[in-house]
C-alpha cells in the first residue's frame, strides 16, 4: 500500500521569502515517482514540479525545488522568492509503474503575504 | 504541450436528468484517462480509470452503472452521471496519462467540470 502525508493544512509566507512544503509518501515499491500540483483558485490543477525516486539529484524548475530524501520518505518543495501568485492548495503525489494511478496527499493551502 | 480540456465547465440540471462531460487531449494521444471528483477543500478522489478501447476500472464505492464512462478514442473520454441527484453536485476533474511524455506516470489534468444539481 502506499500512503502521502502533508501534515501542514496551511502555510504563509512573505513576499519574496522562501517556504518549504513537507511531505512524505511510503510505499514498499523501490521505483516510484513523485509529484508537486498546484491548485490555484481557478481549480485548474498544474504540475510544478516532478522527481524519478532512483535519481540521486533533487529535481528543480526555476523557483521551485524538492529536498527528497527516500530514506526518510520525505520529499519536501521548496519555493524561492514567493510571489503573490503562487498562493493556491499545493498537493503531493506519488505513482508506481503498475498501473499508472497516482496517490494524494490532503494538500497544504500557501498564503503569500504582501 | 500536454494540454487537456474539458467541457462544460460548469453545468446545472435538474434531478433525474442525466449529464455528460467530455475530456480532451489536445496535443497527445492519452491512452489512459482518469476522472476525479473533489469536495470543497478536499483532495482529489479517484473514481475510476479509463483505458481507451476497454472497460473502466472503477475505485471501490463508485457506481459503475450511475458514472459512466467511454474512452472511444486515443483524445477523448467521457464521464456521464445518469439520473443525477442533488447529492451528485461536485466538482469532477479529468487528468490524462502522455506516454511519449517523460514521467509516464505524470498526469495533465481539465480545468474541471462544476455539477449543480438542482
Known amino acids: 500500500a502506499q500512503t502521502v502525508t502533508q501534515s501542514q493544512p496551511e502555510m504563509s509566507v512573505q513576499e519574496a521569502e522562501t517556504v518549504t512544503l513537507s511531505c512524505t509518501y511510503d510505499?514498499?515499491?523501490?521505483?516510484?515517482?513523485l509529484f508537486w500540483y498546484k491548485q490555484p483558485p481557478s481549480r485548474q490543477m498544474i504540475l510544478v514540479i516532478r522527481?524519478?525516486?532512483?535519481k540521486q539529484q533533487n529535481a528543480t524548475e526555476n523557483r521551485f525545488s524538492v529536498n527528497f530524501q527516500k530514506a526518510a520518505k520525505s520529499f519536501s518543495l521548496k519555493i524561492s522568492d514567493s510571489q503573490l501568485g503562487d498562493a493556491a492548495m499545493y498537493f503531493c503525489?506519488?505513482?508506481?509503474?503498475?498501473?499508472?494511478?497516482?496517490?494524494w496527499g490532503a494538500g497544504t493551502k500557501l498564503i503569500i503575504k504582501p | 504541450g500536454a494540454v487537456v480540456s474539458q467541457h462544460p465547465s460548469r453545468v446545472i440540471c435538474k434531478s433525474g436528468t442525466s449529464v455528460k462531460i467530455e475530456c480532451r487531449s489536445l496535443?497527445?494521444?492519452?491512452?489512459?484517462m482518469f476522472w476525479y471528483r473533489q469536495f470543497p477543500k478536499q483532495s482529489l478522489m479517484l473514481m475510476a480509470t479509463?483505458?481507451?478501447?476497454?472497460?473502466?476500472?472503477?475505485e471501490q464505492g463508485v457506481e459503475k452503472d450511475k458514472f459512466l464512462i467511454n474512452h472511444a478514442s486515443l483524445t477523448l473520454s467521457t464521464l456521464t452521471v445518469t439520473s443525477a441527484h442533488p447529492e451528485d453536485s461536485s466538482f469532477y476533474i479529468c487528468?490524462?496519462?502522455?506516454?511519449?511524455?517523460?514521467?509516464?506516470?505524470?498526469?495533465?489534468f481539465g480545468p474541471g467540470t462544476r455539477l449543480l444539481v438542482l
Open positions: 510505499t514498499s515499491e523501490s521505483d516510484y515517482y
Open positions: 487528468s490524462a496519462r502522455d506516454p511519449g511524455g517523460g514521467i509516464q506516470e505524470t498526469q495533465y
Open positions: 522527481q524519478e525516486a532512483y
Open positions: 496535443d497527445f494521444q492519452a491512452t489512459t
Open positions: 503525489a506519488g505513482g508506481v509503474d503498475s498501473n499508472y494511478q497516482l496517490i
Open positions: 479509463s483505458n481507451e478501447g476497454s472497460k473502466a476500472t472503477y
